[in-house]
């Protein structure tokens, strides 16, 4: 079988889907890797360290899509949908299609990509487990998004982050608040922390405060309890707006008193929820820095405008996208050995063995034989359930 790699070509990616030093765990497992002139390159992986790594560079993307069984992308269409679309007519029955696909997304886009009757497997869908751990793209991508945030408010920032005594004097330490302490909010507390920030966190389900404070954080308390925070995946769960508004108002000394704000609380497939109004910017010191990193999914600052930085009421607000994008190298090098993981797993002497009895499998397949399979995705568009044998291999 043939694994290919496309350039990634939503404006600005830097990213690519695999990258060199992982090839020879393909092509011990019976696999062939085409990769197109110069996919790597932003990232830093060059045409030369492919082909060392036993890689063979096409020089046109059609040609890429011609040869391979298997085309790994990071955004396909779906989450690309500025270009992603031009790459549909490539596309053919009985080839797979592996990559960030936005499957809680737009609905018709979701249909034109199974009208293809490309197979596609989704790496947002895969499960939360052991198991599959090495296979969390969306982790990793997480990961390096909270690092980035941390790094770019301290950039941002007229202030240093750690406190200093010297001959001119005592600086008192940057103080940052994260709201959701998800993967990326996690990431963002270790770092801030690094830097020298005195730092508090937040986050609806009450299963983060002990990962808060064994990062060396403090926990925000908030005198309100939400209806089953979290489900059986472990993500958050929609709270009604009476709870949204309740977690403003007692959020509002919280913000007021941090020079930094990073929020990160998602709800799968929902719109993120607003917890800092344009009332608690305004009470925030002059200078003082939101990176809002669900800005994305609608952004949990009333002001973030989505992929761009403003400054209002003399804060600045940045709602840039994609952060995982801006450290290219370990995106894609992470990227690449999830994916792997994830191939290995689904390749089996050589050859495409889907299993309707493996979970990994089973919730991460998105369209096959021109329809959308996913049973969580069906839900979420309102699709009927499908019968046994339509899932099947
Ligand atoms: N394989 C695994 O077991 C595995 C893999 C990844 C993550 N996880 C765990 O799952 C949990 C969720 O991680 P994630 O990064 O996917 O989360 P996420 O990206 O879905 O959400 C980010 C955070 O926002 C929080 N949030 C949502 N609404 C909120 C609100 N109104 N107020 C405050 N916070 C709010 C969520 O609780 C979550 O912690 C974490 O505990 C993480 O460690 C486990």
Redesign the pocket.
């Known amino acids: 079988m043939i694994i290919g790699i496309p350039c990634e070509s939503y404006p600005g990616e830097r990213r690519v889907a695999l990258v060199p030093a992982i090839i020879p765990n393909l092509t011990k497992a019976g696999l062939e890797v085409v990769i197109e002139s110069g996919a790597g390159a932003q990232a830093g992986y060059l045409d030369d360290e492919y082909s060392a790594k036993g890689g063979r560079i096409l020089r046109e993307r059609a040609e890429v899509f011609r040869a391979a069984d298997i085309v790994v992308q990071v955004l396909c269409y779906g989450s690309n949908d500025r270009t992603g679309q031009a790459d549909l007519p490539h596309f053919r029955p009985n080839q797979t299609l592996v990559g960030f696909l936005r499957p809680f997304g737009a609905r018709e886009t979701l249909h034109e990509i199974a009208a293809c009757g490309v197979t596609t497997f989704s790496v947002e869908l895969?499960?939360?487990?052991?198991r599959?751990?090495s296979m969390?793209a969306?982790?990793s991508m997480?990961t390096l998004a909270g690092y980035k945030a941390a790094v770019l408010a301290a950039d941002t920032l007229p202030r240093i982050f750690p406190m200093l005594t010297t001959a001119a004097g005592t600086i008192t330490p940057g103080r940052v608040l994260i709201?959701?302490?998800?993967?990326?909010?996690?990431q963002a507390i270790a770092t801030a922390r690094r830097l020298g920030a005195v730092v508090s966190a937040?986050?609806?389900?009450p299963?983060?405060k002990e990962?808060v404070l064994s990062l060396g954080a403090r926990f925000v308390e908030l005198p309100i309890e939400?209806k089953d925070?979290?489900d059986a995946?472990?993500?958050?769960?929609?709270?009604g707006e009476e709870?949204?508004r309740k977690?403003r108002e007692l959020l509002g000394d919280a913000v007021a008193a941090n020079d930094i704000v990073i929020t990160?609380?998602?709800?799968?497939g929902k719109k993120?929820?607003v917890?800092v109004t344009k009332e608690m910017v305004a009470r925030m010191v002059p200078g003082s820095v939101i990176v809002d990193l669900?800005a994305e999914r609608g952004g949990?600052c009333e002001l973030t405008r989505g992929g761009e930085t403003i400054v209002d009421h003399g804060v600045t607000i940045i709602g840039q996208f994609n952060l995982a994008s801006t450290v290219p190298y370990h995106a894609s090098q992470m990227y690449a050995r999830n994916l792997t993981a994830f191939l290995l797993n689904l390749v089996k002497d050589g050859n495409l063995q889907f299993n309707e009895g493996d979970e990994i499998h089973r919730e991460t397949l998105l369209t096959r034989n021109g329809e959308i399979v996913n049973a969580r995705v069906r839900e979420y568009l309102g699709l009927p359930e499908l019968a046994a044998e339509s899932k099947g291999a």
């Open positions: 895969m499960p939360r487990t052991t599959a751990q969390d969306l982790s997480a709201i959701g302490v998800g993967v990326a909010g996690l937040y986050d609806v389900r299963a983060a990962q939400a925070a979290q995946r472990g993500y958050a769960t929609a709270q709870f949204y977690q990160a609380a998602v709800v799968p993120s929820p917890l669900a949990n």
